[in-house]
């Protein structure tokens, strides 16, 4: 088997976030590949953790992925201040693999944002990495690809727990843990009543759900108090926020001044959709048009916006409505760095400080220790592309690592395996239930 078949039969899809399947980029010929050791959402140390403790895994699935895309060169991104991961990482290189150093910014992650500050290259406006002779892989990816060429699939996920934990910590559990198993293996909640944010607080999701699971792309857990000012922002209604936008955006256009893809030279100006948001429908005017190219950082919402509104769901919202509407916009503008750049960018302290994060701004050491679990709802979609389709029965007993929902061989999408050895206790249209 071929790398990418072995990406493709272990099910190894991007861990950074949007679970793009990995065997696809495996398949492509660039001239660079990178890694993305950047990990910048507050509170969240997984990568570094990860870096740490598994650089040899990490750089082993870099080299193999240099070797199969025929890339002449591969570039490590990394933080600057992560000293201790850099030495760990730096006895790996030699001279086709050099680190990236990089500022302690939000969001230096953005694989626009890397791709500039390891090649100067920019991605074409609606494009990607490769239409620039780039693939990046978060450095969890890579992980994974070393077990697959080792024919190990994804059953576990690394995930990071802070916040108002007793325990923050980072470790593996199986794909399909309950948020409650993986909070109480952090120790439990400091506070009774609480909200967690699924991935982080800048670009992740807020729920209250217990019973939600870990999937492949899940980062890790954020465990605010219920009244943390956070938690108030955005368990709001969706009407809430571009109702209050409409009436008291006073459009000093803070949020597109601050916007890191703006400041990259990419049509994105927050106020603008702000502005569409009271006059005008999708479609009629090109104001919504300016949230295409926006990558939902959170950083005008939360960092930038004086009058504390919601112009990243605004561009959410508008990006949903130009699909529906089949409009796609097309920056005709050359894409030329704004040369104030630099000296806008937002230090993750000034942004902790900001979302009031710092009394939970601790380490997350790595916790080797197996967690125990006998329950696990493994789901058909974690990623981008068509979801698996069962090839198991309820009450088939099955192994840990076996295939239990596939794709057509060399389709866009992920196998998919049991996590914990067990029974099939349900199959639903959209999950697994597997109990030891
Ligand atoms: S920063 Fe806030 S008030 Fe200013 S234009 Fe943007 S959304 Fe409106
Ligand atoms: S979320 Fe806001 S700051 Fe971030 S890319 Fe989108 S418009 Fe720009």
């Not at 679970?19 to 890694?35: C, I």
């Not at 693999?97 to 074409?124: M, N, Q, W």
Request: glycine share 8%; with cysteine; charged share 25%.
């Amino acid at each position: 088997m071929t790398l990418s078949e072995k990406i493709f039969h272990a099910g190894v899809v991007g861990a950074g976030g949007a679970g793009f399947p990995a065997h696809v980029k495996a398949k492509s010929k660039v001239e660079f590949v990178l890694a993305n050791g950047a990990e910048c959402e507050p509170l969240i140390h997984k990568d570094y953790e990860l870096m740490l403790h598994f650089p040899k895994e990490i750089l082993n699935g870099f080299d193999l992925l240099i070797e199969s895309t025929s890339a002449k060169k591969g570039y490590f991104g990394i933080k600057e201040k992560n000293a201790k991961a850099i030495a760990a990482i730096h006895k790996y290189l030699n001279g086709k693999k050099e680190l990236t150093k990089l500022g302690d910014f939000y969001p230096s992650g953005d694989e626009f944002e890397l791709v500039y500050a390891a090649t100067g290259r920019l991605i074409p406006p609606s494009g990607i990495p490769l239409d620039i002779g780039c693939v990046v892989n978060n450095v969890e990816t890579l992980y994974n690809i070393s077990r697959a060429e080792k024919d190990l699939a994804v059953t576990e996920k690394f995930i990071c727990v802070a916040g108002a934990v007793k325990k923050p910590s980072s470790f593996f559990v199986p794909v399909g843990t309950s948020f409650k198993d993986v909070i109480e293996f952090a120790g439990g909640s400091r506070v009774s009543e609480f909200g967690i944010f699924v991935g982080g607080v800048m670009m992740g999701h807020l729920t209250f759900d217990l019973h939600d699971v870990i999937t492949k792309t899940t980062a890790g857990l954020i465990i605010l108090p219920k009244d943390h000012y956070l938690i108030k922002r955005k368990n709001q209604p969706e009407q809430n926020w571009h109702r209050i936008g409409k009436s008291a955006c006073d459009q000093c256009s803070y949020c597109t001044e601050f916007c890191p893809r703006y400041l990259l030279g990419y049509q994105v100006e927050p106020h603008k959709v702000m502005r569409s948001l009271g006059f005008t429908k999708t479609g009629s005017s090109v104001w919504n048009q300016t949230a295409e190219l926006c990558c939902s950082c959170g950083l005008c919402t939360l960092y930038a916006c004086p009058e504390d509104l919601y112009p990243k769901e605004a561009c959410d919202k508008a990006k949903v409505e130009m699909r529906e509407a089949g409009i796609k916009f097309i920056q005709q503008k050359e894409v030329k760095v704004h040369p104030i750049k630099e000296g806008r960018r937002v230090p993750l302290p000034q942004l902790i400080m900001k979302l009031n994060l710092q009394d939970y701004n601790v380490e997350a050491p790595f916790n080797s220790e197996k967690i125990s679990i006998n329950k696990v709802r493994i789901p058909f979609q974690q990623h981008i592309g068509k979801p698996a389709k069962a090839i198991v029965k309820k009450n088939e007993v099955v192994e840990e690592g076996q295939m239990i929902g596939k794709v057509q061989d060399g389709e866009m999408g992920a196998n998919i395996h049991a996590s914990i050895s067990g029974k099939v206790s349900q199959v639903t249209s959209e999950n697994i239930f597997i109990e030891a």
